[in-house]
């Protein structure tokens, strides 16, 4: 690996390594409005639906169902057929379905496209960080890694600031009849423009060559030396010098994997090519990694996906809020009027959104923590940083049950929320230090697998239970930061 990174050192950090990290951060703003976004386009999708507060949940969750179910596959074909390969593939792939699925007429056709979106967003999802370390030497991957899961900030400000020009302006009165059932509505507009991210990343990964790492590790030699004189051309004008040739040659004979040609099975294939990694010396790590990626995931995406829909809910509150908690605001009906025609307990018809102001706050916080967690990177260690980012959310948590004032409600819910996400980020990155090329997309799929059920099951519970006993459960999500403190311990990051 040192080799690798020699020669890298020698090309130096330039225009090349821009390009790549503005790309694979569009790809990565492709996975939040794809899963994140159903925290909007699905309440709003209730009148045309009919949804019942079950459904909602169920459909809020059906792309974290899709990626849970395709995330291994893509991680070994993504080992097999190269990065670049996969990308290009899921990208058109996961913009057609996810078309499609906003020309539904039903319950059950939007979930299977919503699910089938899932399935190929997580493509994506898995590729885009494991591509992006492979063009840079390892002392750099943890900080780049934090500037594409930056971008995951501005997707989660696309989402509300798109959601303010298809339903909060004229465009939400949008009515139009198609044909049959299949009624124009602002909100399948809104799902529509959820897709641009991608579109724009698709058109500019064209102009970026296969992972360097991944030819050598394939054995392929000419075009690994041919991305890295690309590279160094782009970023000093010259081409690679005869010593860093040496220290590519050097680098390939230690880390080629040799292709064979078995009668296996696909899945016995899938299963063999895993093994290594529940071996010493990648097994605890990535059992621990695993861990915690679920835990996270409950908070950060499964309890965050409903982010919107609640802090509507406390807009919609009429009166005086003095004096009241959060879950007093949005779930006790006999202290002040909702604005709401039906029972807390079942999903509304209300296209009438009041709060994704609050969700551009959340979006400038999070790329503000990537930027804060990116220069301590410099000075500190990476296992304080997560424990410090942990030991706020769970304090946040704490403050959202027994807080009274508005400001600081709001910004210990955004906390709860963002802080778990940059530190998967940065358990992302620890990651791929540590897993050699021939491991790393499917060591990456495995973790992040887990974080979607971990969205999965946190995105249901809350759903079904928070309406029932608000305190107790948010003090169950704001103790599961603790948890993961706790299991950070034993990793060797």
Not at 133 to 159: K, N
Not at 280 to 309: D, E, H, Q, R
Not at 435 to 440: F, M, S
Not at 449 to 455: L, P
């Amino acid at each position: 690996m040192e080799h690798f990174d020699r020669a890298m050192e020698g090309i130096g950090f330039g225009k090349v390594h821009v390009f790549v990290i503005v790309t694979l951060g569009l790809i990565q703003m492709l996975t939040v409005p794809e899963t994140m976004g159903m925290g909007i386009v699905g309440p709003a999708s209730v009148c045309d639906f009919r949804l019942s507060q079950v459904q909602l949940a169920v459909l809020n969750s059906a792309a974290f169902m899709g990626i849970i179910c395709s995330n291994y596959f893509w991680g070994y074909v993504t080992d097999k057929r190269g990065r670049r390969w996969t990308l290009q593939r899921t990208l058109v792939l996961s913009t057609l379905c996810s078309l499609t699925s906003m020309f539904m007429v039903d319950f059950h056709g939007f979930f299977l496209m919503r699910f089938l979106t899932g399935v190929f967003v997580a493509g994506p999802g898995i590729v885009a960080p494991t591509y992006l370390s492979e063009f840079f030497p390892r002392r750099l991957v943890s900080t780049v890694i934090t500037h594409m899961y930056m971008f995951t900030g501005f997707a989660i400000m696309y989402c509300p600031l798109m959601a303010t020009l298809f339903l909060k302006t004229s465009l939400g009165e949008m009515e139009v009849p198609i044909a049959g059932d299949l009624v124009l509505r602002s909100w399948r507009l809104l799902g529509c423009s959820y897709v641009l991210p991608g579109l724009i990343s698709f058109v500019l990964l064209l102009f970026i060559p296969e992972s360097p790492k991944f030819y050598f590790m394939m054995g392929q030699m000419q075009k690994g030396l041919g991305v890295m004189q690309w590279i160094s051309r782009r970023n000093t004008g010259r081409a690679l010098t005869p010593e860093q040739i040496v220290w590519l040659h050097h680098f390939r004979a230690h880390c080629q994997v040799k292709r064979q040609k078995t009668d296996e099975h696909l899945l016995r294939s899938m299963l063999n090519d895993a093994m290594p990694l529940f071996r010493t010396p990648y097994m605890a790590t990535l059992i621990g990694a695993c861990c915690i990626m679920f835990l996270l995931g409950m908070v950060a995406n499964g309890f965050g996906i409903w982010f919107t829909a609640m802090r509507n809910r406390y807009i919609m509150r009429k009166g005086n809020k003095d004096h009241m908690s959060f879950c007093q605001v949005i779930f006790v009906p006999d202290i002040g009027l909702v604005l709401e025609p039906e029972n807390d307990v079942y999903a509304i018809c209300n296209d009438d959104f009041k709060s994704f102001y609050e969700a551009v706050y959340m979006g400038a916080i999070n790329v503000l923590l990537y930027n804060v967690c990116w220069l301590l990177l410099f000075k500190v260690p990476q296992s304080m940083i997560l424990t410090i980012f942990l030991l706020g959310a769970s304090t946040c948590g704490f403050i959202l049950i027994v807080s009274m004032n508005f400001w600081v409600q709001l910004i210990s819910y955004i906390l709860l929320l963002s802080l778990p996400m940059v530190v998967m980020g940065l358990l992302g990155s620890a990651l791929l230090r540590t897993i050699p090329t021939y491991l790393r997309a499917k060591a990456m799929c495995i973790c992040l697998m887990w974080s979607r059920v971990g969205a999965i099951v946190g995105a249901i519970a809350t759903g079904n239970f928070i309406h029932v006993q608000c305190e107790p459960f948010i003090l169950m999500i704001a103790i599961l930061p603790l948890v993961a403190v706790g299991i950070s311990s034993f990793l060797p990051l």
